[in-house]
């Protein structure tokens, strides 16, 4: 049975929507940023859900006013992986919070060919389940062109 | 229950949450009362755009010329409205700027008041200035300008960003000097991003002069050239009166005939800055006054006198020497 027949993985926020269009991710990092919210963008071609810490794609953005300025970089970020997972995340630096509050992706690979369910025996009877994405079957300086 | 402020996309809405998305994505205040205006005197009763140009007008002394040509300016940034609203005209216009005048003659104080205009009009979406010189967008090293100046612009992003010296950024002696990544940068923001920040290009009128004839992408994509021109005495004794007041501070009969002798006396010197070298003597007088009044030890002072600047507070300065 196919759970999930278009293999999107879905992390993060809005990750059950239609692609965000540029104009509703300005809305979405303006929000943020009236909040003070620092945005940084962070990419990976690894979608395992398991894998929290992505590559930062330049500093976290502080003292910034307009959501075009994050635009600007996420761009950039497309220019430089197309083929890859880019997420925008928001930290909060509020004394006490100093946390991400928000966090969603903003452009994936073409193809996603989603995950496969690996089976390990162990003593007796039991079985072991682990999940393993196919974008990570290849080494990594491989992966992306196809 | 309130309606969501964000839209679902494909989700059918009505006509008035979509019309407000739709402004929103357009990258405008959402239900921006500008955009229904059809008179002059709706677009300045929405945007207080008067009342900015009126505090230009009396906070900031003499400089006539800057002033009519903001007039000008604002003049066709709201007719430029009216045709945007009518659906005459598509595009934002080119407000890229240079102002051009010696240092301290209000160049950086008008380009503040300049964001403002701009912001109330809807030209640029936060009016915030981000004032920087060569070394905030030029590295030191290969790779370093282009994060540098990119930083710079994101932080100026929907706001305008004031560049002080602007020639700095070339420098034809060296053909290998990072400052052409720079000015290159820029000149793609410029061209491309019109409608999120306005560019100010600021410095001396001959090294500006010969920027923009080496530059001829730079000098093209600026619209407004300004002169800012040196103040005459006159004016530059008001500007101390109007500094002094700002500080409850005030001059005696003898300080103002002392500063009267004072500004052409260091009109003559170097490293004349105009309203910053008074600024800056001002400062000085303010010093030795605090220095006199120091000295009355067991005296009780008044208020006048805490706030009077004497002749010989003026005079004391080398300037008379
Ligand atoms: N017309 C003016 N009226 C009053 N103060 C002025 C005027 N022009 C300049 N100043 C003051 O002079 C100082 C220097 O001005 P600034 O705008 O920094 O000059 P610039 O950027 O041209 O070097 C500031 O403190 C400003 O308040």
């Given at each position: 049975?196919?759970?999930?027949?278009?293999?999107?993985?879905?992390q993060?926020?809005?990750?059950?929507?239609?692609?965000l269009?540029d104009?509703?991710?300005?809305?979405?990092?303006?929000?943020?940023?009236?909040?003070?919210?620092?945005?940084?963008?962070?990419?990976?071609?690894?979608?395992?859900?398991?894998?929290?810490?992505?590559?930062?794609?330049?500093?976290?953005?502080?003292?910034?006013?307009?959501?075009?300025?994050?635009?600007?970089e996420?761009?950039?970020?497309?220019?430089?992986?197309?083929q890859?997972?880019?997420?925008?995340?928001?930290?909060?630096?509020?004394?006490?919070?100093?946390t991400?509050?928000?966090?969603?992706?903003?452009?994936?690979?073409?193809?996603?060919?989603?995950?496969?369910?690996?089976?390990?025996?162990?003593?007796?009877?039991?079985?072991?389940?682990?999940?393993?994405?196919?974008?990570?079957?290849?080494?990594?300086?491989?992966?992306?062109?196809? | 229950?309130a309606?969501?402020?964000?839209?679902?996309?494909?989700q059918?809405?009505?006509?008035?949450?979509?019309?407000?998305?739709?402004?929103?994505?357009?990258?405008?205040a959402?239900?921006?009362?500008?955009?229904?205006a059809?008179?002059?005197?709706?677009?300045?009763?929405?945007?207080?755009?008067?009342?900015?140009?009126?505090?230009?007008?009396?906070?900031?002394?003499?400089?006539?010329?800057?002033?009519?040509?903001?007039?000008?300016?604002?003049a066709?940034?709201?007719?430029?409205?009216?045709?945007?609203?009518?659906?005459?005209q598509?595009q934002?216009?080119?407000?890229?700027?240079?102002?051009?005048g010696?240092?301290?003659?209000?160049?950086?104080?008008?380009?503040?008041?300049m964001?403002?205009?701009l912001?109330?009009?809807?030209?640029?979406?936060k009016?915030?200035?981000?004032?920087?010189?060569?070394?905030?967008?030029?590295?030191?090293?290969?790779?370093?300008?282009?994060?540098?100046?990119?930083?710079?612009?994101?932080?100026?992003?929907?706001?305008?960003?004031?560049?002080?010296?602007?020639?700095?950024?070339y420098?034809?002696?060296?053909?290998?000097?990072?400052?052409q990544?720079?000015?290159?940068?820029?000149?793609?923001?410029?061209?491309?991003?019109?409608?999120d920040?306005?560019?100010?290009?600021?410095?001396?009128?001959d090294?500006?002069?010969?920027?923009?004839?080496?530059?001829p992408?730079?000098?093209?994509?600026?619209?407004?050239?300004?002169?800012?021109?040196?103040?005459?005495?006159?004016?530059?004794?008001?500007?101390?009166?109007?500094?002094?007041?700002?500080?409850?501070?005030?001059?005696?009969?003898?300080a103002?005939?002392?500063?009267?002798?004072?500004?052409?006396?260091?009109m003559?010197?170097?490293?004349?800055?105009?309203?910053?070298?008074?600024?800056?003597?001002?400062?000085?007088?303010?010093?030795?006054?605090?220095?006199?009044?120091?000295?009355?030890?067991?005296?009780?002072?008044?208020?006048?006198?805490?706030?009077?600047?004497?002749?010989?507070?003026?005079?004391?300065?080398?300037?008379?020497?």
């Amino acid at each position: 049975m196919m759970t999930n027949p278009v293999g999107r993985i879905t992390q993060g926020q809005f990750s059950y929507l239609p692609e965000l269009t540029d104009a509703e991710i300005s809305l979405q990092v303006q929000y943020g940023l009236n909040k003070g919210y620092a945005w940084s963008v962070e990419y990976t071609d690894d979608p395992h859900p398991r894998n929290t810490y992505w590559e930062m794609f330049g500093l976290p953005m502080f003292e910034l006013r307009d959501a075009a300025g994050v635009l600007m970089e996420v761009n950039n970020c497309r220019k430089t992986f197309p083929q890859h997972y880019i997420r925008l995340m928001a930290f909060d630096s509020t004394r006490g919070v100093e946390t991400i509050v928000m966090s969603f992706i903003v452009n994936r690979p073409e193809r996603e060919p989603g995950f496969a369910l690996v089976r390990q025996e162990t003593h007796g009877r039991t079985i072991r389940y682990t999940v393993r994405p196919y974008a990570t079957d290849r080494p990594e300086s491989e992966r992306g062109s196809r | 229950m309130a309606a969501p402020l964000y839209q679902i996309p494909g989700q059918t809405a009505s006509t008035a949450e979509s019309a407000t998305t739709e402004a929103a994505a357009a990258g405008t205040a959402v239900a921006d009362p500008l955009q229904s205006a059809r008179t002059v005197e709706e677009v300045l009763a929405q945007s207080q755009v008067s009342a900015v140009m009126d505090e230009l007008d009396r906070d900031l002394i003499g400089l006539a010329p800057v002033k009519g040509r903001i007039r000008d300016i604002a003049a066709l940034l709201v007719i430029d409205k009216l045709r945007m609203n009518l659906g005459l005209q598509a595009q934002a216009p080119s407000l890229h700027m240079s102002f051009i005048g010696n240092p301290g003659t209000g160049k950086t104080t008008v380009a503040l008041r300049m964001a403002q205009i701009l912001h109330r009009l809807g030209y640029v979406r936060k009016g915030h200035l981000i004032a920087v010189t060569r070394d905030d967008l030029v590295g030191q090293y290969i790779g370093h300008t282009a994060p540098k100046t990119k930083e710079v612009l994101k932080k100026a992003m929907g706001g305008v960003l004031f560049i002080d010296e602007a020639y700095y950024l070339y420098r034809p002696e060296n053909e290998r000097d990072y400052g052409q990544e720079a000015i290159e940068i820029l000149l793609q923001v410029m061209e491309n991003q019109r409608d999120d920040l306005v560019v100010i290009l600021a410095g001396y009128k001959d090294r500006m002069d010969a920027f923009f004839r080496s530059n001829p992408g730079m000098s093209s994509r600026v619209a407004h050239h300004l002169d800012f021109p040196d103040y005459q005495p006159r004016e530059l004794e008001e500007i101390a009166q109007r500094m002094l007041q700002s500080m409850h501070y005030r001059l005696s009969d003898s300080a103002i005939a002392a500063v009267h002798e004072y500004i052409p006396l260091r009109m003559q010197q170097a490293h004349f800055a105009n309203a910053r070298s008074i600024r800056n003597a001002l400062d000085r007088a303010r010093l030795r006054q605090a220095n006199r009044l120091f000295a009355q030890k067991g005296r009780q002072l008044t208020r006048d006198e805490l706030m009077t600047i004497e002749g010989e507070d003026i005079r004391a300065s080398r300037v008379f020497t």
